[in-house]
């Protein structure tokens, strides 16, 4: 029997790099993404490879059983219906072939892509980034992908969650 699907993720990995003079380019950070469809929710992680075996443990962490996942082709990405019995669906996008699946439109990693370009781009404006402040750079991000427009709001709201009187 069929879990009911909670929502839907994409899953892709990315370098962040910093660029120095002469182009040359700086050992980056592979950063495990997910983003929720609909919401636009997102958890971005940095990890130390790309394994399957690193990956597993948060992909289980981070997303619900039941949910339909969206990835690249990574070979990492392999066996994620197999993980814990069964606990998630699964379709693969190969981006050199299709940018949507063929036979269901609404599968694809676009939403995926769009958020590494904004992540990257966030972090561009910043003129610079510190290599021990990265982990709060990607929390920032998806802190405000969670709260969109009303960001003083969420905000109040936040430190008020934090810090009950």
Not at 22 to 28: F, H, L, M, P, V
Not at 64 to 73: C, E, F, K, M, R
Request: glycine content about 6%; some cysteine.
């Amino acid at each position: 029997m069929k879990t009911e699907i909670q929502f839907v993720l994409k899953l892709m990995k990315a370098s962040f790099h910093r660029k120095y003079h002469r182009g040359q380019w700086r050992e980056g950070h592979w950063v495990f993404g997910a983003i929720e469809r609909g919401t636009n929710r997102c958890c971005l992680i940095e990890v130390p490879d790309r394994t399957a075996t690193t990956l597993e443990p948060i992909i289980r962490r981070w997303i619900l059983p039941g949910t339909h996942v969206i990835s690249d082709g990574w070979a990492a990405y392999a066996n994620i219906e197999n993980i814990a019995n069964g606990i998630y669906t699964h379709s693969i996008i190969i981006n050199e072939r299709n940018f949507i699946h063929p036979d269901d439109p609404d599968v694809h990693t676009q939403l995926i892509e769009n958020t590494w370009m904004r992540a990257k781009k966030k972090l561009r404006r910043q003129h610079g980034t510190s290599v021990h402040l990265f982990a709060s750079y990607m929390a920032e991000f998806m802190w405000r992908s969670r709260v969109g427009e009303n960001k003083f709001g969420e905000f109040i709201l936040d430190v008020r969650r934090l810090y009950p009187l």
